[in-house]
DNA sequence: ATCCTAGCTTGGACTTTGTCTAAGTCAACA
DNA sequence: TGTTGACTTAGACAAAGTCCAAGCTAGGAT
């Protein structure tokens, strides 16, 4: 079983076969899935699996802090299932395909106190975007 | 006239009362709206205008530089007429409200050579999260 | 001043992405 | 093996945005 699902069954996940599937898309390689093409792979594998469970399972995971939501677009979210590494994005404006990236330093530190309006800040995001060897 | 009208005028632009009436919604204050804000505010002044027809000016100026689309979490883009001075959001998680932030620093230069992957990197945007001193 | 026409606007159909619900199913525990 | 509450399903619904054919008009030409 993959390390994901067994985190999920320790939180007291009722194990389905919908949930397995997910998991275990998203667990394989190193993705940036949208929740229809997270579907489009449970489906290949589980004929009867619903849009419906797609979308809950993933929402779930999120909650759980086992899967990343990334929205870089207006377009539909992805999912990222390397959630406990923080990293941020580097988007190529070509195709579209995306890399993790750690940049340097502290995002947080780099923004002043006269800039944070009595804000309590709680994190940062970074999207960086450029062409990719192939489209450049 | 707005100042950016003037320039629009300048690029060739037919002056129509719709295109008029989006870029005054969008010049008065410093604002962060969303297509169906600024169509809200448009028919206020101009009752018949049409929906397309806010989305088509509001594409146009995008596309001409003088207005940046912020698309920050998974719902509806937001407008924002301060496309000629960089900034950066910060976005309260409580209620929504979003203000224009300038951190120090170079962004890109914090992206070392290996994290690059071969991409010609244009840019990167930067949105932090927080709690403003209301939901605080 | 009036005409012409390419460019602009419109309402509504359509698409994409996501949420919700009521009814049926099943994993896990006793 | 039976029970039950959590889970899944199909499909309706909603939000955000795109597209189109038909009609209108800003602004240059006459
Ligand atoms: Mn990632
Ligand atoms: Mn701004
Ligand atoms: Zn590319
Ligand atoms: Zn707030």
Same mark, same amino acid.
């Given at each position: 079983? $993959? /390390?994901l699902l067994e985190r999920?069954? %320790?939180?007291?996940?009722?194990?389905? $076969?919908?949930?397995?599937?997910v998991a275990e898309v998203l667990d394989g390689e190193h993705v940036h899935l949208t929740a229809d093409e997270v579907h489009a792979r449970a489906v290949s594998v589980l004929p009867e699996i619903s849009r419906a469970t797609v979308y809950n399972t993933l929402g779930e995971m999120v909650s759980l802090g086992e899967v990343m939501e990334v !929205?870089? /677009? %207006?377009?539909?979210?992805?999912?990222?299932?390397n959630a406990r590494h923080a990293h941020q994005h580097l988007i190529c404006s070509g195709c579209g395909s995306i890399r993790d990236v750690h940049?340097? %330093?502290d995002l947080i530190a780099a923004l002043p106190a006269g800039e944070?309006? %009595?804000?309590?800040? $709680?994190? !940062?995001?970074?999207t960086y975007r450029g062409l990719c060897p192939d489209c450049s």
């Amino acid at each position: 079983m $993959s /390390d994901l699902l067994e985190r999920l069954r %320790g939180r007291g996940w009722r194990l389905t $076969s919908q949930r397995r599937v997910v998991a275990e898309v998203l667990d394989g390689e190193h993705v940036h899935l949208t929740a229809d093409e997270v579907h489009a792979r449970a489906v290949s594998v589980l004929p009867e699996i619903s849009r419906a469970t797609v979308y809950n399972t993933l929402g779930e995971m999120v909650s759980l802090g086992e899967v990343m939501e990334v !929205a870089t /677009d %207006g377009r539909a979210k992805r999912y990222d299932p390397n959630a406990r590494h923080a990293h941020q994005h580097l988007i190529c404006s070509g195709c579209g395909s995306i890399r993790d990236v750690h940049p340097q %330093g502290d995002l947080i530190a780099a923004l002043p106190a006269g800039e944070r309006f %009595g804000f309590v800040i $709680s994190g !940062a995001e970074v999207t960086y975007r450029g062409l990719c060897p192939d489209c450049s």
